[in-house]
């Protein structure tokens, strides 16, 4: 007897349908992973770092600060309150940099007091953990539940910190924060009086004025007075390590005077690697009274310096 062997291919699959059903497990595997992230910025933590970054961005730029108790001479504690707390720092209430206008009482938005922002410069040590502690305590970031750390600086409108003439920054105080973390920015524009500036440099232009500056700058400008009937003429020579070149070969009636120049952006023109340049400043007869002033601190705006507060929390 022989056996007769059948063929049945109903227990197997085909390749199409096994390829389908890969393709749909692994998509699907992406979206389950996909999908909580999509919901990121709707979560409350963001939302809360905005709140706290526009906050303190707030108190900063248009709250004057306040300071509660003195120390007087005999070594008694004595009541006093006021705006300058920059002059009481061991006894800060609250942080503020907000120009104030002592008469009356009320602070000045948007404009900022210089001499508030060398003194919060000065309250923060970065080796000393417990200044950080003070800051973020004075500013409003230490509430029952969590602590907020903080970074704040002062830059240019090129995004370039705010500096002193030797190029130290201005302000910048505060941890830096790391690139794995949710960090919220808020950046503030702000000015304040270039008067008396320790960060700027003013100097009478006599007959021949040689300065060597460092570029870029965020601010140059010459000022010309003349009280006489007579044509005034000034020039300026750009020297750096490629040459030697004329800025300016001018001459001006008596009708323009006086005569505001505002130079940065030409001479940062001339920058190089080395960054360094001397600029000849020649006056000519016939002018009464000129002179120049330079910084790195802010932009000229008027008679005001501008630049960004930049609040970063996390």
């Known amino acids: 007897m022989k056996r007769k062997l059948v063929e049945n291919k109903s227990a ?122 003070n800051i973020q305590k004075k500013l409003g970031l230490t509430t029952s539940y969590r602590k907020y750390n903080f970074n704040i600086s002062m830059i240019r409108f090129d995004n370039l910190p705010s500096s002193y003439l030797n190029q130290s920054p201005i302000l910048l105080i505060g941890k830096s924060p790391s690139s794995n973390i949710e960090i919220e920015k808020i950046e503030r524009i702000v000015s304040f009086d270039m008067r008396g500036l320790e960060y700027i440099e003013r100097s009478i232009i006599l007959h021949n004025s040689t300065k060597n500056i460092i570029l870029p700058i965020s601010a140059f400008r010459i000022y010309i007075e003349n009280d006489n009937n007579n044509k005034s003429r000034i020039q300026l020579n750009v020297t750096n390590s490629s040459g030697q070149y004329t800025l300016l070969n001018e001459t001006y009636l008596p009708s323009e005077m006086p005569v505001i120049l505002d130079l940065a952006e030409k001479l940062n023109t001339f920058d190089n690697p080395t960054h360094n340049v001397t600029i000849d400043i020649i006056q000519y007869d016939n002018i009464t009274y000129a002179n120049y002033y330079y910084s790195y601190a802010g932009d000229l705006m008027g008679d005001k310096m501008a630049g960004k507060i930049v609040i970063q929390v996390w």
């Open 12 to 133: 197997q699959m085909n390749i199409d349908f096994l390829a389908g059903i890969s393709v749909f497990l692994i998509s699907f595997l992406l979206i389950v992973q996909l999908v909580p992230n999509i919901f990121i910025p709707l979560q409350g933590q963001p939302v809360a770092l905005h709140s706290v970054a526009y906050r303190t961005g707030v108190i900063l730029c248009e709250d004057p600060g306040w300071y509660n108790g003195t120390i007087n001479v005999s070594g008694n504690y004595s009541q006093s309150d006021g705006y300058n707390w920059e002059a009481y720092p061991d006894n800060v209430s609250r942080i503020g940099l907000a120009d104030n206008k002592f008469s009356s009482n009320f602070s000045n938005p948007l404009t900022i007091s210089v001499l508030k922002i060398s003194t919060l410069a000065g309250l923060f040590n970065s080796s000393d953990p417990a200044s950080y502690d």
